[in-house]
């Protein structure tokens, strides 16, 4: 009832999937120890760690930075210690999207086209639509289902 009366904001459905699958994990451990480590852990990660780093950025860009960096390095070092071609991938990957991507997609623009059609004008609707149909199909699974 709530998903039809209240639109979430931007982090919320991730953050629900995130601790959704962590409790699914957890319900496999045959402790409470390790329910409640994961738990925490996944708290930590998925809900406090995004605040922390929003707020580093909007406090300090460079260190920002650095924590970026830092965690790259970091991960590319345990998988160094894995496999070097795990390493490789994943720093050849990370390359890639950051840099290569952006400038390619740049690159793409000049190939856009624009279409001039009666129909483009609907596409201010498609959104307030598209919305309206997910709430709406929410409640009636939500009505179906209980």
Known sequence: MSTFLLSFSRGTLSLN???FGS???ASRFS???QVFALMAFAIEWFALFPMLRKHLKR???WFHILLTGSMFLVTSGMLFSLTIAFGV???????FVTFVCPFWLMWLQRYKKYVRSPAAGLASYLPSFVSLYSHLS???LFLFCV
């Open 17 to 19: 999937a995130a601790i």
């Open 23 to 25: 409790v699914l994990l």
């Open 31 to 33: 402790s409470n120890v």
């Open 59 to 61: 406090r300090s860009l």
């Open 89 to 95: 991938l994943y720093t050849i990957g990370m390359l």
């Open 138 to 140: 929410l409640f009636f």
